[in-house]
């Protein structure tokens, strides 16, 4: 049988609104303290500019790694791919999956979006997060109609072997 894919995308970047709201507030504080000292000190535009471009480049950051970010959700098993210079992909099978979980921050609810959390029974990665996906509430209903499925499959499985070994 094979794999129907349920969601095939990317994070929205409505998930980087928190990096941007404090990389703003850092922005502020920066020129705030360059206008109290200017009476005491020169203006140093040149550290202001490079106190500024860091800030930019931080935030610039969560951005970039949002958008290098793809999430593809099958039948059997959900994979990240992840990376700008180096690509990681991560798989998780739907037979790991114990419970999910949508969640919508205010942020997120401005653009109509959620984060999904599935709790697994993987001993490295117990908690995993689908960050800032459209139509979260939607994708949790049908991620946890595949999950089932997946398990109702199993289970018949799993009892055709104890069978098994109980008849040896």
Do not use: Y
């Not at 609104?17 to 140093?44: D, E, W």
């Not at 798989?91 to 114990?98: D, F, H, K, P, V």
């Not at 946890?144 to 040896?168: F, G, W």
């Amino acid at each position: 049988m094979a794999n129907q894919v349920i969601f095939s995308g990317a994070p929205s970047q409505a998930c980087n609104l928190p990096a941007l709201l404090k990389g703003g507030v850092v922005m502020a504080m920066i020129g705030g303290i360059h206008v109290c000292t200017s009476n005491s000190f020169p203006l140093q535009w040149k550290l202001l500019l490079a106190q500024a471009g860091a800030v930019l480049i931080g935030v610039s950051l969560q951005f970039i790694k949002t958008a290098f970010t793809r999430i593809v959700i099958d039948t059997a098993r959900i994979t990240w791919t992840q990376g700008i210079l180096h690509r990681r992909v991560s798989t998780l099978e739907l037979s790991r999956i114990q419970c999910i979980t949508s969640i919508h921050p205010w942020w997120q609810r401005l653009f109509r979006t959620g984060s999904i959390i599935l709790t697994t029974n993987e001993v490295a990665h117990p908690v995993r997060r689908l960050p800032a996906i459209r139509n979260a509430d939607q994708l949790c209903k049908t991620l946890d109609e595949a999950v089932a499925m997946h398990h109702e499959r199993l289970i018949p499985t799993r009892e055709r072997t104890r069978l098994l070994l109980s008849a040896q």
